[in-house]
Every structure is written in C-alpha cells, then in structure tokens.
C-alpha cells in the first residue's frame, strides 16, 4: 500500500492504535500536540540519535525490523551508560516514496520489540517525506536520582577500567557484509557484460552467524547495569561503546583528567572474531579497539570493588586510570607500549565512516 493512500496521520494511527503507556512517570502519550511525563525527585535524562541511509545503515544488507530495532536500541544504550532507566522514546521518520506502509510498519514493528525488552513507552515523533532515502530521528527519555547519575567526568587515578562483553565482533559483521555484497556486485557486472541472466547469488555467512547478529541486532547492556547495582557497585566514570573503545577510553580520560593503561592481553575477543580478521588480513586488537557499535560499556571503579566487579559475569579488567601525565597506554602482549589512539567513527563533510 502507498503511504500516500492513507496519508500521515492514517499512517501515525496504524503504527501506534494499539500502544498502551507501561510507566507511571508517562502521563499522556500519542494523540495530543506534547506527551506528558512526570519525574518527581528524579533527574531527567535525554539522548536523540540520527541515523541516515547511505550513512549509518545500508538496506542492501539489513532488514527494515533490525533497522528499527537496533536505531531504538542505541538509544536507550545511551541511557544505560548514564546508569539511567529509560522510559519513553519518540520516533520520527523521514521516507521516500519506494517505502510502502507494510515496510514502515516492519520497520516500526523492531522499535517495539527493543522498546518491549526494557519496558520503554512510544509516546510520539513525527513523520516528513524525503526525496533521499529513509533517515531515523529517535530521542530516549530516562530518569535516575541525581546521586546515581555516572558521568564521564568521575573517573581518577587507580580506578580500574572495566568492559562488558566482548569487542570487535560487531566490526567484523560489517565487514562480512560489505565483502559478501561486494562479490554480489562483482558477478551482477559480469553477467551484464557477458549478456547472461543475473546470477543467483546465496552470501557466505557460515560458521559467523554470531558477527552478523552483533551487527545486525545491537543490544544495550541494562543487564550489566542490573549486575552492578546488585553487587553494589557505583561506576566512577562509563560510556557505551559505539565509537569504538579507545575513543570511549580517551573521552573518559579527557573529562575525568587523567591517563589510562590498557592491556592488550585482557581486551576481550570472540573467536569468530578472530578467525574473521585473519581471513581479512586485518590486525584483531585493531579492531576491538577501534571497530565501533559493539555498545558495550566500558566503566571504571575504585580499586577497592575489585573483588566484586571480578565476580561479575562477562564483565572485564582490562586496565586502570593513572595521572594525567603518562598519557594514554596500551600494553602489547610482549609488555611494548604505544600510545591509545582514537581511530574510531568520524564524520566529514559528505560522509561517516572509519
């Protein structure tokens, strides 16, 4: 069905008939010209991301359901990092006219499913037409009482550095991706050369169906954020790892003044991970220090929660904060050092990319 047949608000309607507010600070939803939302003693906290075709997502290689789920979750990782709850979200969208209503609502249906795991309300957006592709505008909404918020700012000398997860895998799913659709180009040009039929073409994805799952269906790690508070366990400084860890670490570092000392031996990597980057000739600590939208959370602790933060499943230390002064290090697994650069997600004029 074309959208134009229905028109916005038909559109906005069939999307949203059935949303039904989960949190007691959601007053009011969709339907008026403002939601209404009540935080009494608690801060706000609020974080909007934009994702743009031919930027951030490629719809060669993703469905329009991950689309959306994976647009919802980074923003409430976003959230998470802050040592927040989200609560609402508003989505707005921007569609050309090769987007039905079915591939809206699939794309719709992915924002549900992330916002039904952590019990997230939609409680408006907007929808506009584009002449260049699909762009997604999603805003989280969170709370958290003010002593629990963790800035960036908080970390200090001998704090150690903690990941969750592991790193690179969501890398490397791109990568796998851009080669297969690559080899797929490749014989589409040879068969128009040649005069023959378009080729039939099944992608290589066997034996690392878990990079494809880490690039494809980005999951916030609220279940860490549980793990912490139950073991106690306040974080000095945290981020989300979507730029890549070492963009994350110096951030942190910038903003707390301080240095930090990684260790390339502790960094933890899948072994699909692994065998994935030596089929590509490309160095693994590279990528899961640079990779980027593994949405990990990298956090730092005072030296005494040791203990606690070791028993912690899939949590990881990989090092500590130090002065200011020595920089910014990592330690090679035969003990060189070299300087931590970030050489994550940039944008320039006319693109995003590595």
């Known amino acids: 069905m074309e959208i134009a047949k229905i028109g916005e608000f038909g559109l906005i309607d069939r999307l949203t008939h059935d949303i039904k507010p989960k949190n007691e600070s959601t007053h009011y939803g969709i339907g008026d010209d403002c939601a209404v939302l009540s935080y009494p003693d608690r801060e706000v906290l609020v974080t909007t991301d934009l994702l743009m075709e031919g930027v951030h997502f490629d719809l060669t290689y993703i469905d329009l359901q991950h689309l959306g789920y994976k647009a919802a979750m980074v923003n409430i990782s976003d959230v998470f990092a802050m040592n927040g709850n989200p609560r609402q979200i508003t989505v707005s969208l921007a569609i050309s006219k090769r987007f039905s209503v079915e591939d809206i609502e699939m794309l719709f249906s992915g924002i549900r499913l992330a916002c039904e795991k952590w019990n997230v309300d939609i409680v408006g957006g907007d929808t506009t037409s ?100 139950e073991a106690g366990i306040r974080p000095t400084a945290m981020m989300d790892v979507s730029d890549g860890l070492s963009s994350e670490l110096r951030h ?51 030296i005494g929660d040791r203990e606690k933060v070791e028993a912690i499943d899939d949590v990881h230390l990989i090092g500590y904060m130090t002065d200011q002064k020595y920089g910014h290090i990592l330690v090679s697994r035969d003990n060189q050092e070299f300087e931590l650069k970030a050489q994550g997600w940039n944008f320039s004029a006319d693109t995003a990319g590595k």
């Not at 918020?149 to 990568?175: H, K, P």
């Not at 030596?278 to 959370?297: F, K, R, W």
Request: proline share 3%; aromatic share 8%; hydrophobic share 35%.
């Open 130 to 229: 584009s002449y260049t592709g699909l762009a997604i505008s999603i805003t989280c909404i969170g709370e958290t009482h003010r002593e629990d918020i963790v800035y960036r700012s908080g970390a200090r000398d001998t704090d150690l550095i903690c990941v969750s997860g592991d790193l690179g895998a969501a890398y490397m799913g791109l990568q796998l991706l851009e080669r297969e659709k690559a080899v797929y180009y490749q014989m589409v040009d040879d068969a128009k050369k040649n005069g023959r039929r378009l080729p039939d073409f099944q992608p290589d994805f066997s034996g690392k169906e878990y990079l494809l799952q880490r690039q494809l269906q980005a999951e916030a790690r609220g279940d860490i954020i549980a793990k912490l508070r």
């Open 252 to 302: 942190i570092c910038k903003q707390s003044g301080t240095g930090c000392r990684i260790f390339e031996k502790n960094l933890p990597i899948d072994y699909q991970t692994a065998v994935m980057a030596e089929e590509l000739n490309m160095n693994v600590t590279t990528c899961a220090l640079n990779g980027g939208e593994d949405y990990e959370l990298v956090f730092t602790v005072p």
